[in-house]
């Protein structure tokens, strides 16, 4: 307990770190810029690719040559996603060529998927003028059909206000229909909402629950979070080793605020031997990210080193 109240009180770490990714994510508009983890983008990439290659007859046809083909490329398209990011973070559909008449054709068809395409290039304005007011209509359309990316990144415009009124109910409501069906990205925000008490009850368990479903899908985020539960005891017995394997889980992907964290349990032995060497090593892995949290506790750290050695 004294080793917490110490990581706690020199560093002010944990709450703040990981309360920083509430639940109600940054506007739409600044979104795009690159991905959460840096391999994203290149998955997403070439699973447009494929379309591409699947639906035009001839180079630079915007020709539909079979639209069950069509509705399976696009299909492959979104399947290809992890989860741990939203297509509305990483840019999918970007460059000045981009046209979109592919995915609308078979949208107007009814296939769930397209739609869900076809609102993100609202979304995102690829191939046509951006329109949330319009990616809502089409996230609708699929997420009606059950499609639960479309339910995933309709309650994100619910969550930031986007193209709807804005209404943590409604998002939390359309979390639950992705969640349930096994999205990782909509587990892990609706357990933020649990944690918040937006749109729904707080409820520290809750939260667990599906910072659990989702950190065993292997998204860092709410790897992060659950090992932040597990040290502070919310939802869940108080238990620093779980804590630490869940920090080190999502520190392996890149997550800077675990990274941080683990810092922490290495410089003060929290679940493992003090080792200023292995806490540097995360602390640096961190603040090269841009966290600056992360790059005063490593400053501090090395003055510390420094002193102890005179």
């Not at 990782?184 to 809750?206: C, N, W």
Request: aromatic share 12%; with cysteine; charged share 25%.
């Amino acid at each position: 307990m004294l080793k917490k109240i110490l990581l706690c009180a020199a560093l002010c770490v944990f709450y703040p770190f990981v309360s920083v990714r509430a639940a109600t994510p940054a506007r739409l508009d600044t979104l795009g810029v690159s991905a959460r983890h840096g391999d994203e983008d290149d998955r997403s990439g070439d699973g447009l690719k494929r379309y591409k290659v699947h639906v035009t007859s001839t180079p630079g046809s915007l020709e539909v040559r079979s639209s069950r083909q069509a509705a399976e490329s696009v299909r492959g398209l979104v399947q290809n996603q992890s989860g741990d990011n939203s297509l509305l973070d990483i840019g999918v559909l970007g460059g000045a060529d981009f046209d979109g008449t592919w995915f609308r054709k078979v949208a107007e068809q009814g296939d769930p998927e397209a739609q869900f395409v076809v609102g993100f290039m609202y979304a995102k304005g690829c191939g046509v003028s951006k329109s949330f007011r319009e990616a809502a209509v089409w996230f609708r359309k699929a997420a009606e059909q059950g499609e639960p990316n479309a339910q995933r990144e309709l309650a994100y415009l619910y969550m930031v206000g986007e193209g709807v009124s804005r209404s943590f109910r409604e998002a939390a409501w359309w979390l639950t229909k992705a969640a349930d069906q096994g999205d990782a990205m909509a587990q892990f925000r609706l357990g933020k909402m649990y944690e918040m008490g937006e749109g729904v009850p707080h409820s520290s368990r809750e939260a667990v629950k599906w910072f659990h479903k989702s950190a065993l899908q292997g998204n860092a985020m709410a790897q992060c979070d659950l090992g932040y539960m597990y040290f502070n005891g919310q939802g869940v017995a108080e238990n620093p080793a779980e804590a630490l394997k869940w920090f080190t889980l999502a520190s392996a992907q890149g997550d800077p605020i675990a990274q941080l964290n683990l810092g922490c349990f290495y410089q003060f032995g929290i679940g493992v031997p003090a080792d200023e060497y292995m806490a540097a090593k995360w602390y640096r892995k961190s603040a090269m990210q841009g966290n600056e949290h992360a790059r005063r506790a490593l400053k501090r750290l090395r003055m510390f080193i420094f002193s102890a050695q005179k």
